[in-house]
């Protein structure tokens, strides 16, 4: 079982860089693959991105590759997610996730766990 609460969220101007932090309960986080949507108003939720949980590797959606990184930092219990470059179409409700399958980890379905979400907004 995985608890996740997410922080970091805030106002922020187009052009500056926020960075979302995931703190995971449990002794178990680093055997789960992490991942990162958001949802806008009135929009479907969105992926982000992802990083597995053994080999560190990450898959980023288009919209933000180059722009967001994510990394995890197992000995905290923490997900991150380093947004630069904000525009505002970045504006939504950033949730973390924990899932064992890192197949599908681009789908919402695929993940168990799930953060209460922090508001991400981006003045133009």
């Known amino acids: 079982q995985v608890q996740l609460v997410e922080s970091g969220g805030g106002l922020v101007q187009a052009g500056g860089s926020l960075r979302l932090s995931c703190a995971a309960s449990?002794?178990?986080?680093?055997?789960?693959?992490m991942g990162w949507f958001r949802q806008a108003p009135g929009q479907e939720r969105e992926f982000v991105a992802a990083?597995?949980?053994?080999?560190?590797?990450?898959y980023y959606a288009d919209s933000v590759k180059g722009r967001f990184t994510i990394s995890r930092d197992n000995a905290k219990n923490t997900v991150y997610l380093q947004m630069n470059s904000l525009e505002p179409e970045d504006t939504a409700v950033y949730y973390c996730?924990?899932?064992?399958?890192?197949?599908?980890?681009?789908?919402?379905?695929?993940?168990?766990?799930w953060g209460q979400g922090t508001q991400v907004t981006v003045s133009s």
């Open positions: 996730a924990a899932t064992v399958r890192w197949n599908g980890v681009g789908s919402p379905t695929t993940y168990d766990y």
């Open positions: 990083i597995h949980w053994g080999t560190g590797s990450a």
């Open positions: 449990g002794r178990t986080f680093s055997r789960y693959n």
